[in-house]
């Protein structure tokens, strides 16, 4: 199996990350731990190329701290043990008290003001970083996209097939540069592979503010874009929203795509300090959905 020429890159959620190399080792882990159970000769194959694995730490530029990431450490060796969900994962990850949360972001995000008043204080903060990258608060945002652009750019030079991975809002920040990469710096360079985690671009909150939102037609949309997988945990609050399978069917509409994937069943079942957490990357990187695709993408 050929295993040169390829790159993934891994653009994080909001929040504070560990320092990239051990955040990187970490995901490298379940990501082979779990292509080792799906795709055992793919993973050999992966596991010869450790480098074409790279994680942009966009969130040290945001936050100015890194995460403690000894506070994982326990949760991701207990992940690293399992071969699936338990019972009280799937129960717990469709609980009422999960579909309240869920209701409690949709009622921010069709009724902003309504929704703001009611807002636990773990939402307001989410929308106020948010906000601060759309307003691009000192250049921030900015300087977050020329990251990305950055390691797009270098794989592109090496003529490497690339791999695009977004996660939570890394996935906003991925999209926001491959359409400054296509319109603005005109680099027509194309993304084998788009993959979007536990992706919030569906709200209108967040789809009102991307790139190319206030275009019409085509220009609305990234024109560097091959292929389109997003994936959705089961027991997300955020990432359910039909607007983003809109997006991708209007893309492949305009023959922007050629293949686009929704997949909106996925568990995940990673459990921190505070229980179960279905949106956090590990658990993405750990199942099998993400374990197929990323697998059957590199043996193409």
Known sequence: ????????????????????????DALWRCLMESVSRVRPIVAASMQQNPGSFHVVPWSFEFYRAHHDMSI??????????KTGPSRGDIAE???????????????????????????PDSLRLRLSEIGRYFRNTDGIAD??????????????????????????FGSVIAYDSLWELGYIDNIENMVDCFVTMGSPMGLRYVRDDLHGAAEVGQRRFPK??????NLAAVGEVTAHHPALK??????????MLEEAQ?????????????????????????????ASIIADWWSR
């Open 72 to 81: 994982d450490q326990p949760g991701l060796e207990e992940l690293l043990t």
């Open 93 to 119: 990850a469709t609980s009422a008290k999960r579909r309240w949360h869920r209701w409690l972001y949709g009622a921010a995000d069709a009724l902003p003001l309504l929704g703001r008043l009611f807002a």
């Open 143 to 168: 300087r977050m996209r020329s990251m990305v652009k950055a390691e797009l750019l270098k794989a592109w030079q090496k003529e490497h097939r690339v791999m695009l991975i977004g996660h939570s």
């Open 262 to 290: 929704s997949l909106n069943e996925v568990i995940t079942f990673f459990r921190g300090p505070d229980g179960l957490n279905v949106h956090k990357c590990y658990g993405y990187f750990y199942n099998e959905d993400t």
């Open 1 to 24: 199996m050929s295993s040169g020429k390829k790159t993934i890159i891994f653009v994080p959620g909001i929040r504070p990350k560990p320092p990239a190399g051990d955040h990187r």
């Open 246 to 255: 809109e997006m991708q069917a209007e893309m492949a509409a305009h023959g």
């Open 224 to 229: 560097n874009i091959r292929r389109w997988v």
